[in-house]
């Protein structure tokens, strides 16, 4: 009895739905990955305006930042949110992670620098779920990726405080201080309870890098600040640091 090998059966028919979903999800990954650059890419840029920031141009700096910021939530992660649906977003999570945490870190950072308080998680799926179709599952940030961007936020806020020092902003970098300090005592709380996560155990060495350089500027300033002039390169008398006594012996 011979067999008609261009008739189906069970086992070539499961196959080929296989082999079409397989490439289904390859092409969305690869969709994915170019919607997951175009986010780092332009929340570096975010990033960089916010950075701008000084005491003679705040809300200036801010106000670009957060259009900035929601182009691109209406054009990328929008684009990113249409791509993943259903269940989606949960098997392609290590191909759009990197610019979600980007993401996270100037969705943060901005909302810092204008309000002095940390955007939370829940606050940011909140903006994500008028990006959804109503009758899809949408796109949730999950704890990991946000906490990855937090650990990010705070390299983000040690470069802003030392450039804060340098323009004599000594109260901000003291609160940006006090804020990263907050943001790293908790997570060294969290972090041992977490499943294994060798990106958030390696970036946890980096924060405390990060919160070490911030306080060892604070009281440099405080304690040796008249000896910052020549460092800092400024001769000008109206220095704030002119004005910070040497310690006494």
């Known amino acids: 009895m011979t067999t008609d090998s261009s008739s189906s059966s069970p086992i070539k028919d499961a196959f080929t739905t296989y082999t079409q979903y397989l490439n289904t999800l390859?092409?969305?990954?690869?969709?994915?990955?170019?919607?997951s650059r175009d986010i780092t890419i332009n929340s570096k840029k975010v990033i960089f305006q916010v950075h701008r920031i000084s005491k003679h141009n705040r809300e200036e700096v801010l106000e670009k930042a957060e259009k900035d910021l929601k182009a691109v939530t209406d054009q990328y992660i929008s684009r990113l949110v249409k791509e993943l649906h259903g269940t989606d977003f949960w098997k392609l999570r290590?191909?759009?992670?990197?610019?979600?945490?980007?993401?996270?870190?100037?969705?943060?950072?901005?909302?810092?620098?204008?309000?002095?308080?940390?955007l939370t998680l829940d606050e940011i799926n909140?903006?994500?779920?008028?990006?959804?179709?109503?009758?899809?599952?949408?796109?949730?940030?999950n704890v990991l990726d946000?906490?990855?961007?937090?650990?990010?936020?705070?390299?983000?806020?040690?470069?802003?405080?030392?450039?804060?020092?340098?323009?004599?902003?000594?109260?901000?970098?003291?609160?940006?201080?006090?804020?990263?300090?907050?943001?790293?005592?908790?997570?060294?709380?969290?972090?041992p309870h977490m499943?294994?996560?060798?990106?958030?155990?390696?970036?946890?060495?980096?924060?405390?890098?990060?919160?070490?350089?911030?306080?060892?500027?604070?009281?440099?300033v405080h304690v040796r600040g008249s000896e910052y002039i020549p460092l800092?390169?400024?001769?000008?008398?109206?220095?704030?640091?002119?004005?910070?006594?040497?310690?006494?012996?």
């Open 26 to 35: 390859n092409e969305k990954r690869e969709r994915v990955v170019k919607a």
């Open 94 to 118: 290590r191909a759009y992670s990197p610019g979600v945490q980007e993401y996270i870190e100037a969705a943060t950072f901005c909302s810092f620098c204008k309000t002095g308080n940390l």
């Open 126 to 141: 909140a903006t994500l779920l008028s990006l959804s179709d109503p009758s899809l599952e949408p796109l949730q940030i």
């Open 146 to 191: 946000y906490l990855l961007g937090l650990a990010d936020l705070t390299g983000e806020l040690m470069r802003l405080a030392i450039g804060r020092i340098s323009e004599g902003e000594l109260e901000f970098a003291e609160k940006i201080c006090r804020f990263v300090r907050d943001i790293y005592r908790e997570l060294t709380l969290l972090v």
């Open 195 to 220: 499943d294994d996560s060798y990106d958030m155990k390696t970036k946890m060495d980096t924060m405390l890098q990060s919160v070490m350089k911030i306080e060892n500027a604070c009281f440099s």
């Open 232 to 249: 800092l390169g400024s001769s000008d008398p109206s220095s704030f640091l002119l004005g910070v006594p040497d310690i006494e012996l």
